[in-house]
Every structure is written in C-alpha cells, then in structure tokens.
C-alpha cells in the first residue's frame, strides 16, 4: 500500500528565540489530506510558534517543514507569501478581519490576492457560514461568533489545502464556539483540505480527528 502523501510535514523541527530558552527541539509531525489534528499544551508550550512556523510566518532554526510539497526552507519572502495565498491559510483567535472593508470585501480580498476568485464558491461559503444579510456591514456591527465566521469563509475562499487555525473560538462563548467550530469542519472536510487547531480545549481536541499535545519542545 502507498503512504498517503504529506500536506504538512515538520521533521526534526528546533526552534529559539533570540536569548530563550529552546521552544521546539526536535518536533517532527505529519498531517494528511483531509485530516483534522489539534495541537494542545500548556502556555508557553510553543503552540502558536509550532503553527507560525507551519504558516511561514516565522522560520525554523533547523530541521525541514514541508507544506503540500513545498520545503519551506527554500523560501524567500515572496515565496512564504505565495504560500500562504495559494497552499496553507490561517485563522487567529482575534479574527484579524479588515476594518475599513465590508463583509463582503473581507471575504473577497485574500481570494482576489490570489487571483483566485471564484464567485460560485464564495456564494456557497457565505451560505454555509450563514453571512448572507452581513455582506453589506463591516466588522464592528458584528458580534464576535460572525467576525470569526467571516474569517474562516475569507480563509476557505482560495481553497487551501491547509487550514492553521490558533485558538480560532477562543473568544467566543461556548455556543458559538460549537457553531463556528462545525462551520470550520464541515468546509474543511468537504474541500479535502487539512486542518491544524491549536487549542486549550480537551472538548475541542475530542472533535478532531487526532490529538498532539506540546510538552517542554516535545511532541506526544
Ligand atoms: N517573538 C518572540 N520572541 C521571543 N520569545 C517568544 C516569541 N514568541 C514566543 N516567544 C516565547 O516562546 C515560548 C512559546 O510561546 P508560544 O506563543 O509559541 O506558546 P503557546 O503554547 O502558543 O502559548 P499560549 O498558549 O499562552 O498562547 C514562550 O516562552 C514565549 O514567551
């Protein structure tokens, strides 16, 4: 039988900040297509630098990160960015949305960076998100389960591959966080697409498919 290729691979992964002590030594980990994984550990375990590194938004001081066959080693700056466009998309716990655009503009805006927009997929992802009468407002007149709704549809817009989510409900109330976690599955199940959720929620974690967990640099 052949191994289902990687859409996220860390192998051997180390990483320090300038003047701390080590946060990931030696982390190695595999995400397949279509699979859901949450990443739990304590503060400061080094979740959001594990998943920044993941995103490109940061680099490894040694070891390799492969993103659907991308080494992210071989980067340059326009390269982290391109992939973070086309291949891996992120979702933060602050939402992160536009404030001077529309609902609609911020659902739009990644996928038109991309070159990717597609109307017929962003009418049915603000179906699915249930967004359709707050396309026209903007993100203060919405409560906080909608703004984190908008930025996962703004995600799913140019179909990534991989969907890195930090803490994504952590700011909503546990219904909402239920709703908005669904949302999340349902879109990234349906599109084959991977998910990686950082977490401090066992009841989240239990929803996934696997769960990791980030002790002193170390995964179990
Ligand atoms: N940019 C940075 N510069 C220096 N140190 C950093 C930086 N980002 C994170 N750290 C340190 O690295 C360690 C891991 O931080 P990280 O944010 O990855 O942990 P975390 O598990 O996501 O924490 P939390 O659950 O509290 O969000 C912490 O000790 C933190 O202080």
Redesign the pocket.
Known sequence: MTENPALLSFANVTKT?PG?RP?LQGVSLRLTPGETVALT?E???????LLNLAGALDGADAGEIVVDGVSLSGLDDAGRAALRRERAALVFQQFNLIPSMSVAQNLAFHARLAGREDAGWTAEIVERLGLSDQLDKYPEQLSGGQQQRVAIGRAMATRPRLLLADEPTGNLDETASDAVLSLMLELVTETGAGLLL?T?SAAIAERLDRHIH?SRGRLS
């Open positions: 900040y701390g946060v550990g503060s400061g375990s080094g979740k959001s630098t950082v401090h980030l």
